[in-house]
């Protein structure tokens, strides 16, 4: 963390609000957000009650946190920062946090409501995800088509309606990001639900001239939502 230049008489008389957004800019920018600002907070009052801020914790950087692997060596640390950062409404932090109680906590109910909060912050990973564990379940399944459909509707940008992604490319993006994010968080995969359709012609490979839509398996037609978002399920389990 850069050095604080500023004498006692200076740092004293520091208005709070100025106080706070120095702490915002430091836990969103740095590449050490979690140690920078213990390390401010101990420097004097005036930081120590600014660092504490509800603007502060909206804006912690939790991803790097988790690129630092906090997640697999300090878990109880990582889990209330996670909360803690949650509690401000930080829209990453709901959405780490409930997938680390879907998939690692095993607290199911728990963490699709902290996904539901990711959502509302406007994270379309976050939707992703909630339509695709919601969908692993027959009782939430048109709930899961529902939301997807959604954000599919988002990205108007390459229409075909032949494709999972046919909405764009946002979907593809999300699942990218998703699978990162499970790589970097768990050895757990999203369960895969087997096909019920009986339609032959279900899934079958059409020729394109799109080789992004071949590399990731999107070159497929399907005869329902249902289906096209089964196959999504699959593309992130093999992510």
């Known amino acids: 963390m850069a050095a604080i230049a500023m004498d006692n008489d200076n740092v004293t008389s520091l208005p709070h609000d100025l106080a706070v957004e120095f702490c ?66 930080n829209s990453d932090a709901y959405f780490f946090l409930g ?14 409501y902290h996904l539901h909060k990711a959502k509302m912050g406007e994270r379309p990973v976050a939707s992703y995800m909630l339509g695709i564990i919601l969908f692993q379940e027959p009782e939430t399944r048109s709930l899961a088509v529902e939301i997807l459909n959604k954000l599919a509707a988002v990205d108007s940008s390459r229409v075909s309606s032949a494709a999972p992604s046919d909405d764009g490319t946002l979907i593809r993006e999300c699942r990218m990001e998703a699978a990162e994010v499970m790589r970097n968080m768990t050895w757990e995969k999203p369960e895969r639900v087997d096909s019920m359709c009986l339609n032959p012609r279900c899934g079958r490979v059409f020729n394109t001239c799109d080789w992004e839509l071949r590399i990731y398996d999107e070159n497929r037609t399907f005869c329902s939502n249902m289906c096209k978002w089964r196959h999504e399920l699959d593309l992130l389990a093999k992510s």
């Open 24 to 89: 915002v800019q430091l836990v969103s920018t740095s590449t050490t957000p979690r140690k920078d600002i213990k390390c401010l907070r101990e420097s004097c009052k005036v930081f120590h009650e600014a660092s504490r801020a509800r603007k502060v914790g909206k804006f912690m950087n939790v991803r790097r946190e988790m690129e630092l692997s906090l997640n697999w060596f300090h878990m109880k640390e990582y889990l209330e920062l996670l909360r803690g950062c949650a509690n401000c409404d």
């Open 99 to 112: 997938l680390e109680e879907v998939f690692n906590l095993k607290e199911k109910t728990l963490g699709l």
